[in-house]
């Protein structure tokens, strides 16, 4: 009898399991059949979860990236397709939005539509992924899996690029299950053309180029070496058509070649630097968002260095800190490097921005699943598919190289739950094969095997799911950024509401607590505006701008002594905050009768750029430091110093 472990059945099964060979009189459902009723299944249970949100204010109140991607969307329909300046972000996205405001519709509610669909097609490429790699039963359950998993059915109604990370990892290992079987020429070209695609979604996806060349070298070894050079040359072909355009555009608007983006340097530095958390965290407090990014690391750097910089010098400048502060201390940062890995591989869902944690308040659907099904449990079953099926590594090793580089590739930087996004296209069908290999153990009485990857799939379930961080802190950011759009939209009661949301999932959240105190204090109420500043500067003593804000509301108490001091604390936490804060002091100083010292302070603020001449000459604050003649000395000098 043959060999059956290493038949293809179906003429199209790289690794057919025992699983596959066994039950063959049996006449289970077609699979084209059965990946219809998946996409099927993942479009009603995407649309329903979307339609769900249609009354809330989810679906119109746009955070942090989203805000930026319907924002450069609509600047590349006014501006251009080109643009003006380098990428600082990945651009895959905007640009895929802009298409859609273009020839569908301007409406974010289309966008959300599409990447229903999209997410479906992933669920079923997935089917065609496990029957490749597998066989069709877990095939089957690998595309049912993907339709159930509330994290990817979060994913596909986000705003976000999660939804193409997902989609074209899925799609690369369905174009090389095909090419281990069919030897379609055109399939190489299009696997590099996907790939390159994959890298202008998630830059660390570019570690996966090498991986599929060198898939390419060993599967078709016994092709010879020429027909690998053309495959490989045509895979380079297609990724390289994918990139250039996107690097020949920035040398274009800026000068100087980019691949994709000019990040690198300061993701690396904010991955690794001496207060790394290994989590997402803002260069300058309370800028954590799109808006200062590329700023602040021009801003920071040229500061720094004492001079204007280009793209290229400002990332190599961030490299050099990254490297500078790894060196400073290795074990440090090999502790940061292990925190990274357990926030890879952990349960919760870490986020910036938007959190499913606070979607899953107004979905019930997102709720009810993600109380049983989540990463944390997903981990567990992959791992003993990934045992259960050893005795098949020969076939599967693509499928553990992708896994492994790709997560390699996010440890140079930090971690965010979506940027696993892709690791679901191997985890999801390991976790199908897990669940059908232990279920064939127990039909077979195969006890000693089944109790092993038991034991060590409760191990890595417990691995998973001990907590770092908890749901309601993750959730509370989320609610904070929907607070900070309804103040922004002058929502007042609304964003308060939101800011003591943000505040009872998180009661140790600095800057909901900042912005809460100053709802309070633009309604009058200061004492309660200051009750939120002290408990907000308890958790942070060094946010400058809480310290500005508490002085002011000190100010409006009359409690000059303590305006005084706070104010004082915004220059010794921030020295380049706003001058405003020097004129602030003279006023304080003027009112306690230290004209002396109001006068210094009033010559600083001037000579740092404060300018507001009809502010100074009639702000009552300054009447008794207006009764002094140096007062007119001031003035006199700060108008020749203009003069001239």
Same mark, same amino acid.
């Given at each position: ?32 059949? !059965? ?65 859609? &405001? ?7 509610? =289309? =966008?959300?539509?599409? $990447? ?65 079987? $069919? ?85 690396? &530095? ?86 499913? &944690? ?41 499928? *553990? ?97 939101? *800011? ?17 105190? #100053? ?31 508490? !002085?002011?509301? *000190?100010?409006h108490t009359g409690k000059l002594e303590r305006a005084l001091y706070h104010f004082r604390e915004t220059l010794r936490n921030d020295p380049d905050y706003d001058p405003i804060v020097n ?32 502010? #100074? ?16 000395? #001031? ?10």
């Open positions: 009898m043959k060999n059956e472990k290493n038949q293809h059945r179906d003429g199209r099964t790289i690794a057919a399991t025992p699983e596959s060979t066994e039950g063959a009189s049996r006449k289970p459902l077609s699979f084209p059949i !059965a990946v219809g009723l998946i996409f099927a299944l993942a479009f009603l249970i995407r649309g329903f979860c979307l339609a769900g949100l249609f009354d809330t204010h989810i679906l119109e109140t746009l955070v942090g990236d989203a805000e930026l991607y319907d924002i450069w969307a609509k600047e590349i329909l006014a501006e251009g397709w080109i643009g003006q300046k380098v990428f600082f972000q990945a651009p895959f996205y905007p640009y895929f939005i802009a298409v859609i &405001y273009r020839f569908l519709s301007p409406d974010l509610l =289309v =966008v959300r539509w599409v $990447q229903v669909l999209i997410g479906a097609t992933s669920c079923a490429l997935m089917a065609d992924v496990g029957r490749s790699f597998f066989s069709p039963r877990i095939g089957i359950l690998s595309g049912s899996l993907l339709a159930l998993y509330p994290v990817a059915i979060y994913y596909d109604i986000l705003i976000q690029k999660a939804v193409f990370g997902l989609f074209f990892t899925v799609l690369i290992l369905f174009l090389l299950g095909r090419l281990a079987t $069919q030897r379609r020429w055109v399939f190489w070209p299009a696997v590099g053309i996907v790939l390159g695609m994959l890298v202008l979604v998630r830059e660390n996806a570019l570690i996966l180029f090498p991986v599929v060349l060198l898939w390419l070298f060993i599967r078709f070894w016994q092709e010879g070496p020429k027909r690998q050079i053309v495959w490989a040359v045509l895979v380079s072909a297609g990724f390289f058509t994918a990139l250039f355009p996107v690097a020949l555009r920035n040398y274009v608007v800026g000068g100087e070649w980019f691949l994709t983006t000019s990040n690198l340097g300061f993701n690396l &530095y904010m991955g690794n630097n001496t207060d790394a958390t290994g989590t997402y965290k803002s260069m300058v407090t309370g800028q954590g968002d799109w808006r200062f990014e590329s700023d602040d690391a021009r801003k920071l750097a040229e500061k720094e260095l004492k001079r204007k910089l280009s793209q290229t010098e400002i990332s190599q400048y961030w490299k050099e800190r990254a490297f500078e502060s790894i060196r400073s201390d290795i074990k440090s940062w090999a502790r940061l490097l292990l925190k990274k890995w357990k926030l890879l591989w952990g349960a919760l869902e870490m986020s910036d921005s938007e959190s499913i &944690y606070a979607y899953q308040d107004f979905s019930p659907l997102l709720r009810v699943l993600g109380y049983v099904y989540h990463f944390g449990t997903l981990l567990p079953f992959a791992v003993a598919g990934f045992l259960l099926t050893w005795g098949y590594r020969r076939q599967l090793w693509l499928m *553990y190289l992708v896994l492994t580089a790709y997560a390699v590739g996010i440890m140079p930087f930090y971690v965010m739950a979506r940027y696993r996004a892709p690791m679901l296209a191997v985890m999801v069908p390991f976790a199908a094969a897990g669940m059908v290999e232990m279920g064939r153990r127990i039909q077979r009485k195969a006890y000693g095997q089944l109790a092993a990857a038991l034991a060590v799939s409760a191990a890595i379930a417990l691995y998973a799911n001990w907590p770092l961080m908890s749901k309601s802190a993750v959730a509370a950011t989320t609610y904070y950024n929907w607070a900070s759009v309804f103040e922004n939209q002058e929502r007042i009661d609304a964003a308060m509401e939101y *800011y003591q949301k943000a505040i009872q999932r998180n009661d140790r959240h600095p800057l909901a607590l900042n912005n809460l105190g #100053i709802l309070y204090c633009r309604r009058g109420d200061y004492p309660s505006g200051i009750e939120q500043f002290e408990r907000a500067l308890k958790i942070d003593p060094r946010m400058a701008k809480t310290h500005m804000n508490i !002085a002011i509301a *000190y100010y004129y602030n002091i003279a006023c304080v100083l003027s009112l306690e009768g230290n004209v002396t010292a109001s006068l210094d302070e009033l010559e600083n603020a001037i000579a740092r750029g404060y300018a507001n001449w009809d502010q #100074i000459l009639s702000d009552p604050d300054l009447e008794n430091a207006r009764w002094s003649p140096r007062f007119d000395t #001031i003035l006199k000098a700060a108008n020749a110093e203009r003069s001239g």
